[in-house]
């Protein structure tokens, strides 16, 4: 086993290692057992596990786990706030700054494929839009749909609209935003050098489990959420009554479970749609990685002696 003092000489100063993968790999259980070993901290990049709202069906760490080593920029922010990828972006760099400046290694570990491009590649210095613009865009899809509302997107922002579908109100509505509150269109903010890239040497570590594997993991999981009490957050949230368009009640499960309270869904059909919904997305965050993420280590198993030895290797290497 490998002690503080055996991970200070092996990782270089601002070494920073970062855990991708799709949701129910085992990314957490990894970054945990690094960070007991190694003095680490762990660092959130899962944006839905930004929020305080859903703990148990956004599968954040529990107080025990988090009681075992240092996490940062979990559950810190209120559903009702929107957190974008140059949100996290600060959040993460004064995370893995302070880390360092403490002697500890940061543990960069989720699934949100944006926040990990941005900590590697930086981002584009787009403003943020003022939430009136956005109130009004929110209001101007409802009231028009997707189909015409991209294509008033396109007078304005060909390349944008022409890269999205109908049905993303979300990016569709950003990319509203922009033009409106900027007068330049999104794809011109995109094209921008980009700012802010985390500084140190990464480790990338893509966890990548077999298909099969991860699908079964995914529909025992959502039924242990169910168990665990995911409609009780999902009723607490939902006597908020807040903004449907915010990122926290587009969490997988939410929509389902508030069908499934007004009598609209039944219990089993709520747990296979949210299962269904995660395997989808677990489907979109591998083609990610795939694509994106360039991982110098790639594993098929969740935590193993083996996985965090290759780790230690790799770190022992990058100096």
């Known amino acids: 086993m490998a002690d503080h003092s055996e991970i200070a000489r092996a990782a270089p100063a601002g070494a920073v290692l970062m855990i991708c993968g799709p949701t129910a790999a085992g990314k957490s259980g990894l970054a945990l057992a690094l960070a007991e070993r190694w003095g ?15 703990r ?25 706030e929107r957190a974008s990828v140059a949100t996290w972006l600060a959040m993460a760099a004064d995370a893995v700054t ?37 109130a009004e865009c929110v209001q101007q899809l409802a009231a028009q749909g997707g189909q015409t ?46 700012q802010g890239a985390l500084d140190g040497k990464a ?9 099969d594997d991860l699908y079964a993991a995914i529909d025992r999981r959502f039924e242990a959420m169910m168990a665990q009490g995911a409609e009780a957050e999902v009723a607490a949230l939902e006597s908020r009554d807040l ?4 990122p926290v009640i587009k969490a997988i499960g939410v929509r389902e479970i508030i069908a499934m309270r007004a009598g609209n869904m039944t219990r089993e059909r709520a747990i296979e749609m949210a299962s269904r919904d995660s395997r989808r997305y677990a489907k979109r965050q591998m083609t990610w990685i795939r694509n994106n993420f360039n ?22 290497k990058t100096g």
Do not use: C
């Open 40 to 54: 680490g901290v762990v660092i959130n990049a899962d944006s839905m596990q930004l929020y305080s709202d859903l």
């Open 56 to 80: 148990i069906l956004t599968a954040r760490p529990d107080e025990a786990e988090m009681a075992r080593a240092p996490h940062r920029l979990y559950g810190m922010l209120d559903g009702a």
């Open 98 to 134: 302070t880390a360092h400046q403490d002697g500890a290694l940061p543990i960069i570990v989720g699934g949100t494929g944006l926040y990990f491009h941005a900590a590697i590649h930086g981002i584009a210095p787009i403003p943020d839009v003022p939430p009136e613009i956005h």
């Open 149 to 194: 509302f991209r294509s008033v997107l396109a007078g304005l922002d060909p390349v944008t609209a022409g890269r999205l579908h109908d049905g993303d109100s979300q990016r569709l509505v950003r990319a509203m935003g922009v033009v409106r509150a900027t007068g330049r269109p999104l794809s011109a903010w995109q094209a921008d050098p980009h």
């Open 203 to 211: 480790v990338r570590i893509a966890m990548m489990p077999p298909r």
């Open 243 to 246: 903004d449907p368009s915010l």
């Open 295 to 316: 991982s110098q280590i790639k594993f098929e198993t969740q935590q193993t002696e083996r996985n965090i030895q290759e780790i230690f290797a790799i770190l022992s």
